[in-house]
């Protein structure tokens, strides 16, 4: 699916992380798992905790409860319990969606400066990119934590804008769910949605992305290489 749309405009390019650059929801669900062992709570599988991936660490363990009927009371010790959990699994099956390295280099190279925007908490981003392998990419990097509300809000977006000095229609915006999507168009920046991530089980073309794609280096058809001089 893509509109008639110039991407000539475009100056620089934020991502998603989970769903979108990286593979995380194996690890996720393991730490959640360990969480729930630890509370003797019963226990959720990976699938439904894939499904639940999306509005940051706070709003997975909220439905994790739900689904288990944890008392509230609880809450805050799962949260701590979950964090300390997720440090020893964040690398537990966790990797790189098909070209995404090649892709960001190829983007870099040809001077688009690369921002990533995630609701997962910032805590976990410097070691987990730096296993990967993708950190120096990243001129700027916001998790949760980071900024004062979580996608589908535009805050984190209008963020990147302010940091790179660009209008809305210079930076184009990649992600999975809808949150991005929404983020993105709340932001009226350009967006392009992949179809292999994490979206609620849903399909993303629901969210009516600018540009709708099945690989990650699909991205590059319709950029231009190099980057094109700002007309503003
Ligand atoms: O951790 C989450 O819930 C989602 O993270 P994302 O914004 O990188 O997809
Ligand atoms: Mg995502």
Redesign the pocket.
């Known amino acids: 699916m893509q509109k008639s749309h110039s991407l000539n405009q475009i100056q620089a390019i934020a991502f998603?992380?989970?769903?979108?650059l990286v593979d995380s929801a194996p690890g996720l669900a393991l730490a959640v798992q360990l969480m729930l062992k630890e509370l003797n709570l019963p226990t959720v599988t990976d699938e439904q905790v894939k499904n639940w991936?999306?509005n940051g660490v706070d709003v997975l363990v909220q439905r994790v409860f739900k689904q288990v009927n944890a008392p509230d009371e609880l809450f805050t010790k799962a949260r701590a319990l979950f964090d300390k959990y997720y440090d020893q699994t964040i690398d537990e099956g966790t990797k790189l969606f098909p070209h995404v390295t090649e892709t960001l280099r190829t983007l870099q190279e040809n001077g688009y400066p690369l921002a990533l925007v995630?609701n997962k908490p910032a805590q976990f981003l410097p070691s987990l990119l730096e296993s990967l392998g993708i950190k120096s990419y990243f001129s700027l990097c916001l998790g949760g934590g980071d900024v004062i509300k979580l996608k589908p809000h535009p805050a984190p977006l209008y963020q990147v804008m302010a940091t790179f000095g660009l209008y809305h229609d210079q930076l184009l915006f990649v992600?999975?769910?809808r949150?991005?999507i929404s983020a993105a168009k709340n932001a009226h920046c350009p967006t392009v949605g992949l179809s292999y991530?994490?979206n609620y089980g849903e399909s993303i073309a629901s969210s009516e992305p600018d540009f709708l794609f099945d690989r990650f280096d699909e991205i590059l058809s319709i950029l231009p290489l190099p980057r094109a001089e700002p007309t503003k």
Do not use: A, E, M, R
């Open positions: 998603d992380l989970d769903g979108t991936v999306g995630t992600g999975d769910s949150n991005d991530g994490y």
